[in-house]
């Protein structure tokens, strides 16, 4: 039995434009996006409760609609619920997806990537880094890294929007911080 074609890209294009370029999947636990340049971004999310400081997100991006369907074997408009976490995590895992954590008390974001057997923590708007010698991949790892230094945090925003350099004694936790996790 042959295979089903792909679905053609065309086709997913128009489906995106007519729902304004933006599809909720599974409940809204998946979301869909159509850039103007024609990349498609898919974001499972992964924690997302009333009166948390942040949500958690799992993001995966593909350089056009074509890459997405071929990447998920998608042959009809249906197919688009078929579309699974694990594939998503898979990704994440081999370094081709970010977990992206939006930090509410802060406007700002922390994000996680998988290079080399470990988890990069980093944050551009932060100027924040952090490397941590084993792969965080359980929503439960990310939600300790994020309340365990949540005051940490809170200091590299407060002086970042002071506009005042991080304090040395910042600096030494972070790296105290770091330390620790290479003993884990």
């Not at 249906?78 to 579309?83: S, V």
Request: proline letters at 3%.
């Amino acid at each position: 039995m042959n295979p089903m074609p792909f679905l053609e890209e065309e086709i997913l294009i128009a489906y995106f434009v007519k729902n304004e370029n933006i599809l909720y999947l599974k409940k809204n636990t998946f979301c869909l996006h159509l850039s103007r340049e024609g990349s498609v971004t898919l974001t499972h999310f992964l924690f997302n409760e009333k009166g948390a400081w942040y949500e958690i997100e799992l993001i995966v991006q593909y350089p056009s609609a074509g890459a997405f369907i071929e990447a998920h074997g998608i042959s009809s408009l249906k197919n688009l619920n078929d579309i699974s976490a694990g594939i998503l995590m898979s990704a994440y895992l081999s370094g081709n997806g970010m977990v992206h954590a939006n930090l509410w008390n802060y406007e700002t974001e922390i994000n996680f990537k998988i290079e080399k057997r470990r988890t990069i923590v980093f944050s551009l708007p932060m100027n924040f880094y952090d490397e941590i010698e084993k792969v965080l991949s359980l929503t439960d790892q990310f939600r300790a890294y994020l309340d365990e230094r949540e005051g940490l945090l809170n200091q590299i925003v407060q002086e970042k929007l002071n506009r005042v350099p991080i304090r040395p004694e910042v600096l030494e936790e972070i790296r105290k911080l770091q330390s620790a996790e290479k003993l884990m």
